[in-house]
């Protein structure tokens, strides 16, 4: 099993900027393919991006390239989220999620963690 744990959420103004971590545990993190989700209210989870285990290839949702870094420090077992010029359409719970494969489902989830941004 893995544990993981987010954190950082909270609330910003547009134009504003926050990082959200989440740490892992219960298997070796430089195993773990690691991703980043959210889930608006009313609406389905969607893909923010992912980063592979060696942290050598990353991806991004069309609606945050430019604008978001993942990125992970395998020596603290963690993998952030740094989201910049942050607007009102960003609003959502954010969850982090950890595969063991190298594309295929995500078999972890986080509780996840809100992030709120006023216009």
């Known amino acids: 099993q893995v544990q993981l744990a987010e954190s950082g959420g909270g609330l910003v103004q547009a134009g504003g900027s926050l990082r959200l971590g989440c740490a892992a545990s219960?298997?070796?993190?430089?195993?773990?393919?690691m991703g980043w989700f959210r889930q608006a209210p009313g609406k389905g989870r969607q893909f923010v991006a992912s980063?592979?285990?060696?942290?050598?290839?990353?991806d991004y949702a069309d609606s945050v390239k430019g604008r978001f870094t993942i990125s992970r420090d395998n020596a603290k077992n963690t993998v952030y989220l740094q989201m910049n010029s942050l607007k009102p359409e960003d609003t959502a719970v954010y969850y982090c999620?950890?595969?063991?494969?190298?594309?295929?489902?995500?078999?972890?989830w986080g509780q996840g963690t809100q992030v709120t941004v006023s216009s």
């Open positions: 999620a950890a595969r063991t494969t190298i594309a295929g489902l995500y078999n972890f």
């Open positions: 980063i592979r285990q060696s942290g050598d290839n990353t």
């Open positions: 219960g298997r070796p993190f430089s195993s773990l393919g």
